[in-house]
């Protein structure tokens, strides 16, 4: 999960950057706006896969986490992962090629990244 989070922190630099530097001029403001509402949930995510992989290794591996914590958080990892790609993979997307197939990919990402969040308060109860 540490490669998948240097990943995701980089391309999400990287698209920062293409946001405030490259986009077209005349693309339209809410466009933009929806590719830094795309970078900055993908960077909060990264930051997020972080520390839930970080806390599991460490919390699991001294014991100082259960089994059942740390399960929870590996459950919220895997969602917030793959809610990342999909919400803000696919408002890349829509931005770049304007293709509305991926439109309904968007909410099924931001729920599978809610889910994460769920999964994390499971785990403060475990």
């Known amino acids: 999960m540490l490669l998948a989070t240097g990943i995701l922190g980089f391309t999400g630099c990287a698209?920062?950057?293409i946001g405030s530097h490259y986009l077209p001029s005349?693309?339209?403001?809410?466009r933009v706006k929806a590719w830094n509402t795309a970078v900055h949930y993908q960077l909060l995510h990264t930051v997020a896969i972080f520390a839930t992989t970080l806390a599991t290794r460490v919390g699991g591996a001294s014991g100082a986490l259960n089994k059942?914590?740390?399960s929870r958080l590996n459950i919220a990892t895997k969602l917030w992962l793959?809610?990342?790609l999909f919400?803000?993979?696919?408002?890349?997307g829509?931005?770049?090629?304007q293709k509305k197939i991926l439109g309904p990919v968007t909410p099924i990402g931001g729920v599978l990244l809610m889910g994460g969040w769920l999964?994390?308060?499971t785990a403060a109860v475990a």
């Open 68 to 70: 059942s914590v740390v």
């Open 119 to 121: 999964a994390v308060a």
């Open 82 to 84: 793959a809610g990342t």
């Open 15 to 17: 698209l920062g950057a």
């Open 26 to 30: 005349d693309t339209p403001e809410f």
């Open 87 to 92: 919400f803000s993979g696919s408002i890349y």
């Open 94 to 97: 829509l931005v770049l090629w």
